[in-house]
């Protein structure tokens, strides 16, 4: 997690699971609700189906949280509120006070090092960019250029993951349609050679992710989408490559923290990521361990969206009838057009998760009951364009 230290944040994972207050989104919802320093964010609080995912999802959204006022930092403010909450007689009360402090002075001390050094020239940071003054809203202008990065992994090294049927084949349609709506797109997947820098291997996939991140600009949007395994790893959601082995999961696997990291580094002020993930032993399944979903926005919106095949309890499954994991192929005929609510000749984030959710749940009437229903999570401004049809005839 950024900022905060790991063993921090295993001791903080663990502290939280002993609250009552993340048994359910109701009681969540009631903290921030009622305790007003928390309130900025309570129509944004993270739901989950489970103790673990509720709690790895509020540390997530919250870290990079700050009061405008005060600028304290959400999650320190949640600790607090926590540990006001328990008899000071709990073991509990001087655990989650010594965690507030610890995770204040680690999240200053980040904060402090991601500071812009100065430069010969005031008001310009290291990376010639202007800076905003306090008194200075950045100017919202319409999407620049679109940018995709998609990974399909079908086979792997490793005997304990086994081999998944259609993730190369969702990739390749999704790079076909993704090249129609004008975006641009690196796709890795392992029909390519072995030697082929686009061969999905963990080093390719960072190499061509970082290459994206130091490209894009600000008004640029860039989509990122995985169609592969997944599995967690100290409690944290990996994306398992072709070279990805059991054993080393945590150097060979991609973190999703670190995709996402990346991704915020970036520049650009609109990205969205996709997972049509499955977990390892699944041969025509899906899984995706940790679903944590994140940002929508419009014309002039910026923010990140996470949308991922399922909830944390739910197999993502492929579909042999349309050679493509169900996730993926709605959301192909969503960006096809589908999706597109009121004839605005445009689809957005907020479009897809709507059209793919109902759709998923026909699917699952129309196959035994199988129940799989996207999980998403949006911040930012708006509802980002994903496919726009305006300047084109279709």
């Keep these: 997690m950024a900022g905060i230290p790991p063993q921090l944040l295993n001791r903080l994972r663990q502290a939280l699971l002993e609250c009552e207050q993340f048994e359910s989104d109701s009681k969540l919802r009631s903290v921030f609700n ?3 320093p928390l309130r900025p964010w309570r129509s944004s609080v993270p739901q989950a189906d489970s103790l673990t995912s509720r709690v790895d999802n509020v540390i997530g959204f919250l870290v990079d949280k700050r009061r405008g006022d005060t600028q304290e930092n959400a999650l320190v403010l949640l600790l607090r509120w926590l540990t006001n ?3 000071q007689e ?5 655990q989650l006070t010594d965690l507030a402090v610890q995770l204040e002075n680690a999240l ?8 812009p050094q100065p430069t010969n020239q005031p008001g310009i940071n290291p990376r010639s960019n202007a800076l905003q ?3 200075q809203a950045p100017e919202l202008r319409p999407i620049k250029n679109r940018w995709a990065l998609l990974v399909g992994v079908n086979s792997y090294n490793d005997p304990n993951f086994g081999r998944l049927n259609f993730c190369v084949d969702d990739v390749l349609a999704l790079e076909e349609r993704l090249k129609a709506l004008n975006y641009i797109v690196v796709c890795l997947n392992d029909k390519l050679e072995h030697g082929n820098s686009r061969f999905p291997t963990c080093d390719n996939v960072k190499a061509e992710l970082i290459q994206l991140c130091e490209m894009v600009e600000p008004d640029d949007l860039l989509l990122v989408h995985f169609a592969c395994h997944g599995k967690l790893f100290n409690g944290m959601p990996v994306l398992l490559v072709n070279n990805t082995r059991s054993q080393t999961l945590g150097t060979t696997g991609l973190s999703l923290e670190e995709i996402k990291r990346h991704m915020r580094s970036s520049n650009a002020r609109r990205l969205v990521l996709t997972l049509d993930a499955c977990h390892m032993g699944i041969e025509t399944g899906r899984d ?3 679903p944590q979903f994140i940002l929508n926005a419009y014309e002039l919106a910026e923010g990140f969206a996470l949308i991922a095949a399922s909830t944390a309890q739910q197999k993502a ?4 009838g349309k050679k493509h994991g169900v996730f993926t192929y709605y959301l192909l005929e969503a960006l096809n057009g589908k999706a597109d609510r009121g004839s605005k000749r445009f689809v957005t984030v907020d479009d897809i998760k709507t059209y793919v959710l109902d759709s998923l749940r026909r699917w699952s009437v129309e196959n035994g009951g ?10 930012g401004l708006g509802d980002i364009i994903l496919a726009d049809y305006r300047n084109n005839l279709r």
Excluded at 90 to 94: L, V, Y
Excluded at 108 to 115: D, F, G, K, Q, V
Excluded at 370 to 379: D, K
């Design 34 to 36: 009622s305790y007003e």
């Design 85 to 87: 909450s328990i008899d």
């Design 90 to 94: 709990d073991e509990r009360h001087q």
């Design 108 to 115: 200053r001390s980040t904060s402090a090092r991601n500071e």
């Design 133 to 135: 003054t306090n008194n």
């Design 288 to 290: 995706i361990n940790d």
């Design 317 to 320: 499954q492929e579909w042999d």
């Design 370 to 379: 199988i129940i799989q229903e996207p999980t998403a999570y949006t911040e």
